[in-house]
Nanobody
């Protein structure tokens, strides 16, 4: 069984910083891309940033220059450093991972897993 567990959300004032972490655990054979998405109330879930297995990042235009995604492959963990936060960054942040897992005698299986989400609130 594979799990993704996020941490690091919370309440921060405009202009402040937060660092989100997402650790994948379980019967993992390999991890391809990992990413962060966010969903504000009444809106769709949108990509914030993603990172390939070779650590090449991709960002939504709205966060370029303010957010930085990174990963530690030895720990199966992806991070999102968020600086210069704005009220419009308020949302539930979800991580995901495109990974290959194995289960006993069955062939390895590739699919995308999601974390449970962590709330980020930017407000004075």
């Amino acid at each position: 069984q594979v799990r993704l567990v996020e941490s690091g959300g919370g309440l921060v004032q405009p202009g402040g910083s937060l660092r989100l972490s997402c650790a994948a655990s379980g019967s993992i054979f390999s991890i391809n891309a990992m990413g962060w998405y966010r969903q504000a109330p009444g809106k769709q879930r949108d990509l914030v940033a993603s990172i390939t297995s070779g650590s090449s990042p991709n960002y939504a235009d709205s966060v370029k220059g303010r957010f930085a995604i990174s990963r530690d492959n030895a720990k199966n963990t992806v991070y999102l450093q968020m600086n210069s936060l704005k009220p419009e960054d308020t949302a539930v942040y979800y991580c995901n991972a495109d990974l290959v897992s194995y289960s006993g005698a069955f062939a390895p299986t590739r699919r995308v897993y999601w974390g449970q989400g962590t709330q980020v609130t930017v407000s004075s």
